[in-house]
């Protein structure tokens, strides 16, 4: 089967533009997670998707992160306007259960 | 805070040495799953322990959970240059929380 597909891979953008991540998860995964590694710490949960609808987004770091899922599909995390503490590498994770996650390559984000 | 410590933060040894790598919780978690990522690769699920004093093999591969459901090991017997890797180990509660991850490194 297909693995978790994210993109882009890469993206620089300048302090204060926009930015979207796209995730594809496994078919048929109903849940479908952000994470976020920023330079020299842990993995970080950023939200939970579970079909379409927001299961937990405790880890969004401001309102500045957008995240949608459309039709329990993919989703994207747009953030709207970048600042510099925003660079990272964003990781998305699908999974049916809680016990087998699979996370996509990441989209290594650098804002300057 | 930083709910999962693991330790070593590095690790290099020689080809066909044995290696352990260890995570120590704050909380109890419902799973502890231990993952291992390549460069420019996000993480790949190895394991996941549950039950106290579970043990778990894979290959040369082995996963310790101990009792208290807090700390676990992973160790790995006779390592290999493929076994280079970062090794990270997670708690599950509906999401998982991170620990910062050993470097190993097998020379060849």
């Known amino acids: 089967e297909a693995g978790v597909t994210q993109f882009p891979s890469h993206s620089v953008i300048e302090k204060g533009q926009t930015v979207t991540l796209r995730c594809d998860p496994i078919s048929g995964h109903d849940n479908l997670y952000w994470y976020r590694r920023v330079m020299g710490k842990e993995i970080k949960f950023l939200l939970h998707?579970?079909?379409?609808?927001?299961?937990?987004e405790s880890g969004m770091p401001n309102n500045r992160f957008l995240a949608e899922r459309t039709g329990g599909t993919y989703s994207t995390l747009k953030v709207q306007p970048a600042e510099l503490e925003d660079s990272g590498v964003y990781f998305c994770a699908s999974s049916q259960t809680y016990y087998g996650y699979t996370f996509g390559s990441g989209t290594r984000l650098t804002v300057v | 805070t930083q709910l999962l410590e693991q330790s070593p933060q590095f690790l290099s040894i020689q080809e066909g040495e044995n290696l352990t790598v260890y995570c120590n919780s704050s909380s109890v978690f419902s799973s502890l799953q231990w993952y291992r990522q390549e460069p420019g690769e996000g993480p790949v699920l190895l394991v996941t322990v549950v039950t106290g004093g579970e043990v778990k093999k894979l290959k040369r591969l082995t996963f310790q959970f101990g009792d208290a459901r807090k700390d676990s090991s992973l160790h790995i017997t006779a390592a290999q240059p493929g076994d280079t890797g970062l090794y990270l180990c997670?708690?599950?509660?509906?999401?998982?929380?991170f620990g910062a991850g050993t470097t190993v490194t097998v020379r060849a």
């Open positions: 998707f579970v079909k379409e609808s927001k299961q937990d």
């Open positions: 997670a708690g599950e509660d509906y999401k998982l929380s």
